[in-house]
């Protein structure tokens, strides 16, 4: 396979992957430790069990939800479809006010709103890393005469 062959194949995969309005899976989940003392907990990242969590289609992308109490106590969590207020940015984000801290994991790959992040790597990461090895392949090939 030639080096030309080897990034049409790459920028038609990451033509698939990222197609802008393509819906998405993500997890689906909520807990409140002071909302109802009888539910058990499978969706904070310490209990999360993605066999037992509901799985919904999100057109935007995928978020996760922390919200503490101005003690640092956990108010709720979630695992929802983002919003069109959530800015993807495939990353978390921490907001503080004098009454709570919000901790919001945003991302746009399936379920990528799971309790483990390590080691997941987003489809345009994936693109970018093969494309820069392929560029470095395909440079370290090219004979070019010494002066």
Not at 17 to 46: H, K, M, Q, V, W
Not at 132 to 146: D, G, N
Request: net charge neutral.
């Amino acid at each position: 396979m030639t080096w030309l062959t080897q990034i049409a194949t790459v920028l038609v995969l990451a033509m698939t992957l990222l197609t802008p309005g393509g819906a998405i899976d993500c997890f689906l989940c909520s807990y409140s430790p002071r909302g109802n003392s009888t539910r058990t907990d499978r969706c904070t990242d310490e209990n999360f069990v993605k066999e037992e969590t509901e799985v919904g289609t999100c057109s935007l992308g995928c978020e996760s939800v922390l919200i503490k109490d101005i003690n640092g106590e956990m108010e709720s969590f979630h695992r929802n479809c983002a919003t069109k207020s959530t800015m993807i940015t495939n990353s978390c984000e921490t907001l503080k006010t004098i009454l709570l801290t919000k901790r919001v994991c945003s991302c746009d790959w399936p379920y990528c709103n799971s309790a483990s992040r390590h080691g997941v790597v987003s489809p345009s990461k994936m693109v970018a890393i093969v494309t820069t090895a392929m560029a470095v392949s395909w440079w370290s090939t090219l004979r070019i005469p010494r002066i």
